[in-house]
């Protein structure tokens, strides 16, 4: 698994890991110059705290044609998966165009048939606290599995959470200590991202 930790690469480089990762997004995104192509790297949409359609098309046309890209996520509003389907489908096709690995943010109730799976590159587990850890949206991280994608999990700050999505097969995850308090976190995470010791991942969750 990859922690996806929203910081610089630069600044991210004395914390260097092979499962950490920087994420990106339209009001702090990281260009060649800057080193993101040796990094794995994904970017969101802000559309949790501050979507804005210009300044996510300026990320994009930035972003395109770096190495080591994950998946951008198509724009989406938190919870709702219809009006996240209609923005998908106006967003599709310059992601296409610009060659960005697209990723699909699920929310609350997203029927399994309506996923435009055919499109994708990877999921980006959203919606609800409640939604994200019940049975639904395991079964749609299920069937991305099954088709090959890469499957993230957004809003994840906490050692019970994390080991809830290694459970269920996410590849990825982020969260806001990750990135806000990286000094403090980051070390405990990282450790505990990689293991498979049982007693270890008991131990972090106390």
């Not at 210009?54 to 919870?79: H, I, S």
């Not at 690995?101 to 409640?130: K, M, N, S």
Request: hydrophobic share 40%; aromatic share 10%; charged share 25%.
């Amino acid at each position: 698994m990859i922690l996806l930790v929203h910081c610089s690469p630069a600044t991210l480089e004395r914390h260097r890991h092979p499962a950490l990762g920087v994420l990106s997004s339209p009001r702090t995104y990281y260009r060649r110059s800057e080193g993101i192509e040796n990094w794995r790297w994904a970017a969101d949409n802000d559309a949790y705290s501050d979507w804005n359609p210009d300044r996510y098309r300026r990320m994009l046309d930035e972003l395109a044609g770096l190495n080591g890209c994950l998946f951008v996520t198509a724009p989406d509003v938190v919870g709702d998966w219809q009006t996240t389907l209609e923005r998908f489908g106006r967003w599709v096709g310059p992601l296409h165009e610009l060659g960005l690995p697209i990723g699909y943010v699920l929310q609350d109730d997203q029927p399994a048939d309506l996923v435009p799976w055919d499109d994708l590159a990877a999921v980006f587990v959203g919606g609800t606290d409640h939604w994200k850890m019940g049975e639904p949206a395991r079964e749609l991280v299920d069937e991305a599995t099954r088709r090959g994608l890469w499957v993230h999990m957004g809003r994840v700050n906490g050692h019970r959470r994390l080991r809830y999505a290694k459970a269920i097969g996410c590849d990825s995850v982020d969260g806001t200590s990750l990135s806000w308090f990286r000094d403090h976190y980051l070390g405990a995470f990282l450790e505990h991202a990689v293991s498979k010791d049982v007693q270890l991942l008991l131990k972090a969750e106390t």
